[in-house]
């Protein structure tokens, strides 16, 4: 089901039978450094990630991480939407793209489209995202939608203290 759309992208939920691109996505070496190693490594694996992590979030809260799909084609190009984590008081952005898509502005366009979301829909005044410190690329993109490094911060069940950026006041 379609949520958002933007001038060349539509976002919509990632449903069981997004799973090969799921697989792909988990697998890529951006995805596996950054984010970790989910141990997705079969289709059904990733059928059971989609229903227990997005489709279920969505189920229980109204908003998750969708699939963006660019409208010219109806190519998989990656995810974005919105978390709730564990350890966070606040709701997060998050992204992910297939890195043969990158340089071409659809995490911004999407993320864009997000935090709109997030505001005008959700009614949400606070955002925040976390990165790994060595993530450029999403630092960049996070400072380009507004959000500023606040503090590090370790998340349940990680060792690894990762970047919190937050907006700063309404957006």
């Not at 958002?4 to 976002?11: G, M, N, P, Y």
């Not at 090969?20 to 596996?32: A, H, K, M, Q, S």
């Not at 989910?38 to 969505?58: D, F, H, L, S």
Request: charged share 25%; net charge negative.
């Amino acid at each position: 089901m379609k949520v958002l759309d933007t001038e060349r992208l539509v976002l919509r939920h990632i449903e069981p039978g997004d799973d090969g691109f799921i697989l792909e996505l988990l697998n890529e070496p951006g995805w596996l450094h950054h984010i970790g190693d989910r141990g997705i490594r079969t289709r059904e694996a990733a059928r059971e990630y989609i229903r227990n992590g997005p489709a279920a979030m969505v189920e229980r809260l109204g908003f998750g991480l969708y699939l963006v799909e660019r409208k010219a084609d109806a190519a998989s190009l990656g995810i974005c939407g919105l978390v709730r984590r564990d350890g966070l008081d606040d709701v997060d952005i998050g992204f992910a793209f297939l890195a043969r898509h990158g340089g071409c502005g659809y995490a911004f366009e999407s993320a864009c489209a997000v935090m709109a979301y997030a505001k005008e829909v959700l009614g949400l005044g606070r955002i925040v995202a976390i990165t790994t410190t060595d993530n450029h690329p999403s630092i960049r993109l996070l400072e380009r939608i507004g959000l500023r490094l606040e503090r590090m911060v370790t998340l349940p069940g990680d060792d690894e203290a990762v970047q919190l950026f937050a907006n700063q006041g309404p957006f």
